[in-house]
């Protein structure tokens, strides 16, 4: 009876120290054997045959105090894009309004009477005279190469969501261009006079109104000049019909 309990005893012995011995070792790192002690007993075994080990994955447990902080994971923010007015449906990144287009009030030294337009093409600027010597100034989109123009008239007709007729010279011009602009197109937010027009004498010019404020700043049209629809509105509600205009 005495010679069991002893065997019993030293076998549990053993299996303990084994798995502490297993414990031990299981967070040991891979072995790496370097090429100068492997390619020996490799090159012993002839042909192409490479040996095979099998190793316990080492599985490192992260600890993580009590008051140590979690990472926090974002979410991925998609490129910003906006879709373009001319063709729905197409992304295209289009560039905000620079901030000196936006209006504001300004030093304005001129022998214009107050409530005269005053336009600089070459800035970019439309300037409402103020008293005081002050003046409203907007950014505008003038003609592009080509288009330039400049002149004094005076607003002869206003009109909210005017309706757009292309000139034939335009029409013709643009189908050249493959091109095919509508003979008519209704007032709204896609037509391109945008939200208000102002029209210049007898010519064919306009301030108005566009549905492509990022055009603002830039020589695009074919001679009119555009204002964001918001500006446009400001405006059109701060000048009558005979107001004096004066393109440079």
């Not at 926090?72 to 894009?81: D, F, I, K, N």
Request: with cysteine.
């Amino acid at each position: 009876m005495m010679k069991h309990l002893v065997l019993a005893a030293a076998l549990a012995g053993i299996f303990s120290t084994a798995a502490l011995a297993d414990d031990r070792y299981a967070t040991r790192p891979p072995v790496v054997l370097s090429p100068d002690l492997t390619a020996p007993w490799i090159n012993q075994l002839g042909g192409t045959v490479r040996p095979v080990v099998y190793q316990r994955p080492v599985v490192q447990r992260q600890q993580r105090g009590l008051f140590q902080r979690r990472a926090l994971r974002q979410a991925p923010q998609a490129a910003p894009q906006t879709v373009s007015a001319i063709k729905p449906g197409i992304p295209s990144i289009r560039n905000p309004i620079e901030p000196q287009f936006l209006p504001q009030m300004v030093d304005y030294d001129t022998k214009e009477n107050p409530g005269t337009i005053v336009i600089d093409t070459n800035n970019r600027f439309l300037y409402l005279v103020m008293e005081g010597g002050k003046a409203r100034r907007y950014g505008v989109g003038v003609g592009k190469p080509g288009f330039e123009w400049a002149g004094v008239h005076k607003i002869t007709r206003k009109t909210e969501w005017p309706d757009w007729t292309p000139p034939s010279e335009m029409i013709s011009r643009e189908a050249a261009k493959g091109h095919y602009l509508p003979a008519r197109m209704d007032g709204g937010p896609e037509n391109p006079l945008g939200a208000r027009a102002m029209y210049l004498g007898s010519t064919l010019y306009r301030i108005h109104g566009t549905n492509a404020p990022w055009s603002i700043g830039s020589a695009v049209s074919s001679g009119c000049i555009r204002l964001r629809n918001e500006d446009v509105v400001d405006l059109y509600d701060r000048v009558n019909v005979g107001t004096r205009v004066i393109v440079m």
